[in-house]
């Protein structure tokens, strides 16, 4: 069975500074999909960037972008220039190649101070 | 604005209450699913429906009822909850290609549940 791991509860960051979310999963497919989503306080689940396994450049959208290291299972989130409108939860999921099923992680909670 | 609305916001019941959560879904898409939000643990999704058919069903209990009547609609029907069943219930919809998750999931805001 595939699981999703995110080892940080929680994370803080500066504005305008880097920060990096870990996320590792575990599979035997060869063919899937990885998210992150952000869940702000408003509770709306909303898609940051999304990443193709068979594909080994590293996505990225604006001030994200992912580090994804297909051998080791990792995907990290990295964002560039926080902004106090980064703070939510942060959740990695992982979408098996024939199903419509999502796995979630227990999500990094991401403080952003000024 | 995700395109899938979810009512209501906000939701106390007692034990021995019926009530049903609502979720709508603007995008066209052609599958919905119900997930389960408890605090400091993973998304537990609880139902699937593809093309208004229930594909999944993760051993829900049975006081739970899903409903799907057309695609852009779907309820969650409660009957005789618990309090552990106290908890964020999302709503998510895709537009599913042959039961590929390659398509986005588009989330509602969810109902808070608590059941007294």
């Known amino acids: 069975a595939q699981t999703v791991t995110q080892s940080q509860p929680e994370m803080s960051v500066q504005e305008a500074e880097t920060v990096t979310l870990s996320c590792t999963y575990d599979?035997?497919?060869?063919?899937?999909?990885l998210f992150w989503y952000k869940q702000p306080p408003s509770r709306q689940m909303i898609l940051v960037i999304r990443q193709e396994a068979y594909k080994q450049q590293n996505a990225t959208e604006n001030r994200f972008s992912v580090n994804f290291q297909k051998a080791a299972k990792s995907f990290s989130l990295k964002i560039s220039d926080s902004q106090l409108g980064d703070a939510a939860m942060y959740f990695c999921?992982?979408?098996?190649?024939?199903?419509?099923?999502?796995?979630f992680g227990t999500g990094t909670r991401l403080q952003v101070f000024p | 604005e995700t395109g899938v609305t979810q009512t209501p916001r906000h939701l106390v019941m007692g034990m021995t209450n019926k009530k049903s959560l609502k979720c709508e879904q603007h995008l066209g898409h052609n599958a919905m699913y119900w997930y389960k939000q408890s605090a400091k643990k993973p998304l537990e999704l609880m139902f699937v429906?593809?093309?208004?058919?229930?594909?999944e069903n993760n051993s829900v209990p049975s006081r739970f009822s899903p409903e799907c009547p057309n695609s852009s609609h779907l309820f969650l029907h409660l009957h005789t909850l618990q309090p552990e069943d106290s908890a964020l219930y999302l709503c998510?919809?895709?537009?599913?290609?042959?039961?590929?998750?390659?398509?986005?999931?588009?989330f509602g805001a969810g109902t808070r549940l608590s059941v007294l």
């Open positions: 998510a919809s895709s537009q599913t290609l042959r039961g590929e998750s390659k398509n986005i999931q588009y």
């Open positions: 599979t035997s497919e060869s063919d899937y999909y």
């Open positions: 999921a992982y979408g098996g190649g024939y199903t419509d099923k999502l796995i």
């Open positions: 429906y593809s093309l208004e058919e229930r594909v």
